[in-house]
């Protein structure tokens, strides 16, 4: 894999900004706040596979009127959305094949594949579900 020095905030905005039309569809609000200045060393296009499962995910599975927060300080990026989340262990989600509904546009491969993008840069990677928002996080190796 060819890899390129990335300003992660520019990748989170342009993913961001490739799903507008579900964004607005949804109705959801979305809060950015980046660190305009943190670049990541990787292959530009796992980077942006890794980027759109996890901004992806957020909006589908979240409720009409719903609100996503994503945060990018220091090496964290942390992407916060509502949703009717199942009180289901949100390791699972990681699990190839794994889905936490009977969506029918979900075939419960975005988890995993970021999981593999994430192992192979060292990429640590959390997520938890608290009071119907799921939590999900990026520690990025310094």
Known sequence: FNSTDINLSKEIK???????????????????????????????????????????????????????????????????NTGNISNTDPNQFFKRFYKGSNSSDSVGLGLTIAKKICDLYDIEITNRIEDNVYNIGLIFPI
């Open 14 to 80: 342009a993913v961001v900004d490739d799903y507008n039309d579900f964004i607005t569809t949804k109705k959801l609000k979305v809060n950015l706040t980046t660190d305009d200045k943190f670049v990541v060393t990787a292959n530009h296009s796992l980077i942006n596979i890794l980027l759109s499962n996890l901004i992806s995910n957020a909006i589908k599975h979240n409720i009409e009127n719903g609100t996503i927060n994503i945060e990018l300080k220091n090496n964290e990026l942390i992407i916060l």
